[in-house]
């Protein structure tokens, strides 16, 4: 369901995506095992939207450039530019509502 990035990879793939949410994570993260959860019942009611995921420890180039200095960390994308980002972790109804609230 998510499309793993790296820091080779976030770039190019960001630049190609018209509606989408990422997540930075650390792999044995059990708030990030949850957000990922929201984000698959999210996708389910916004199927448009594209599923992205970074490693934090793994890419912190990325990380970086996005902000994300904790995980959970959501960055949502609108015509390939990032448009929010929100750490911690939201049910289903508030990821749709920050979702939505990023034009």
Not at 21 to 50: G, W
């Amino acid at each position: 369901m998510f499309e793993e990035l790296s820091d080779a990879t976030f770039d190019g793939r960001i630049a190609e995506v018209k509606a989408g949410a990422c997540i930075f994570y650390k792999q044995l993260c059990p708030h990030c095992k949850n957000m990922e959860k929201v984000l698959e019942k999210f996708s389910r009611l916004q199927p448009e939207v594209t599923l992205l995921s970074v490693d934090i420890e793994q890419n912190p180039v990325s990380a970086g450039v996005c902000g994300a200095e904790r995980a959970p960390t959501i960055i949502v994308i609108r015509d390939g530019k990032v448009a929010g980002r929100k750490a911690g972790l939201m049910n289903p109804r508030e990821m749709a509502q920050f979702f939505d609230s990023c034009r």
